[in-house]
């Protein structure tokens, strides 16, 4: 890959809402990076048969350089979302991948449209980001952390440095997919006992891959969020369109 550009997923950018998590329900433009260090393939059903729920982001073809992203976004329209306050949501795949080559496409950005947007991440946690993206960019960062049940080798997946990182920012949010009652029991052993997350930044949302397995497990996840103060997060994508793999 050339210096000066990305490797995007095969959907690309796209304008949407957000689905999960701290940010849900706001316009939002997503840029999808290619490229992960995860497979989820502990989460494979017959909704979602290879595990990931983004697994456009595993193409590599899609090679931007920052001029001709640009001008995607003027053709298609986000800069003018952008402005108007949506979130540039940066996504993938695991964006932190190509997290060096961002900080040389976004001062490009800010010339070409002379503004500087509202930068939030998606990531699973396992890269330690740079701080520049806090001290030069205001970005905030929406995590995934994948527990055991993604099926990912725990010296892969688990970074208790990254996620201390993570929390000491205010403005992060965690979300841990659930399955079943051992998945919340991984979430305090995991992560809140060891005081690597703190509990009031956690959202817990259902393992699902379609509106109808949405439907049936968000019962159980919700129960599980008043019985022990959590913050529960739907997964709108799923609500309102049944698609797994555009947010």
């Known amino acids: 890959m050339a210096l000066d550009e990305l490797s995007l997923s095969d959907d690309k950018v796209f304008y949407t809402l957000e689905g999960e998590g701290k940010h849900i329900g706001e316009p939002s433009v997503f840029m999808r990076l290619a490229m992960c260090n995860l497979t989820c393939k502990g989460f494979a059903s017959e909704d979602s048969p290879h595990g990931c729920d983004s697994f456009v982001s595993w193409s590599v073809k899609n090679k931007f350089t920052f001029e001709n992203l640009n001008w995607y976004f003027e053709d298609h329209g986000y800069d003018e979302a952008l402005k108007k306050g949506a979130i540039l949501k940066i996504t993938g795949g695991e964006p932190m991948l190509q997290q060096r080559r961002l900080l040389e496409w976004l001062p490009t950005f800010v010339e070409w449209f002379g503004f500087k947007p509202r930068i939030d991440f998606e990531s699973n946690a396992s890269i330690l980001p740079k701080d520049e993206w806090i001290t030069e960019w205001d970005a905030t960062f929406t995590l995934s952390p994948k527990m055991s049940n993604n099926g990912d080798p725990e010296a892969r997946r688990?970074?208790?440095?990254?996620?201390?990182?993570?929390?000491?920012?205010?403005?992060?949010?965690?979300?841990?997919?659930?399955?079943?009652?051992?998945?919340?029991?991984?979430?305090?052993?995991?992560?809140?006992?060891?005081?690597?997350?703190?509990?009031?930044?956690?959202?817990?949302?259902?393992?699902?891959g379609s509106r109808e397995e949405h439907t049936l497990k968000s019962t159980m996840v919700a129960e599980l969020c008043k019985e022990h103060h959590f913050k529960f997060s739907p997964r709108l994508q799923l609500v309102i369109w049944d698609m797994a793999l555009k947010v």
Not at 162 to 170: G, I, M, P, R, Y
């Open 158 to 208: 688990y970074k208790p440095d990254v996620l201390k990182w993570h929390n000491s920012h205010s403005e992060s949010c965690f979300k841990f997919v659930i399955n079943d009652n051992s998945d919340l029991k991984e979430v305090y052993e995991k992560y809140i006992d060891p005081g690597y997350v703190d509990k009031d930044k956690i959202w817990l949302m259902p393992c699902c």
